[in-house]
């Protein structure tokens, strides 16, 4: 059984900062890209960031230079350190792994998501 804990959100002013984990658990052979969604209300979701397995990273135009998307692997961890924060950014936050469960081939796994409300 894999699973993917979110932890982090909450509500915050316009120009405060957040920092969201997500801990990869269970019976995992190893993990590929890992990445942060989103979802605000009657929207699509949408990628947030994207990390590879070499750290190698890609955000959304809309988050670029304000959001650095992280990872810890001996950890099975990744990070999303969240600066300058606008109302827009109300949503949802989803983590989402591609990894290997020991024992079969490559899957997508998601997280239950966490709220994050961007309000004065």
């Known amino acids: 059984q894999v699973q993917l804990v979110e932890s982090g959100g909450g509500l915050v002013q316009p120009g405060g900062s957040l920092r969201l984990s997500c801990a990869a658990s269970?019976?995992?052979?190893?993990?590929?890209?890992m990445a942060w969604y989103r979802q605000a209300p009657g929207k699509q979701r949408e990628l947030v960031a994207r990390i590879t397995s070499g750290g190698r990273t890609n955000y959304a135009d809309s988050v670029k230079g304000r959001f650095t998307i992280s990872r810890d692997n001996a950890k099975r961890t990744v990070y999303l350190q969240m600066n300058s924060l606008k109302t827009e950014d109300t949503a949802v936050y989803y983590c989402?792994?591609?990894?290997?469960?020991?024992?079969?081939?490559?899957?997508?796994?998601w997280g239950q998501g966490t709220q994050v409300t961007v309000s004065s």
């Open positions: 989402n792994a591609d990894l290997f469960p020991i024992g079969r081939g490559l899957r997508s796994y």
């Open positions: 269970g019976s995992i052979f190893s993990i590929n890209d």
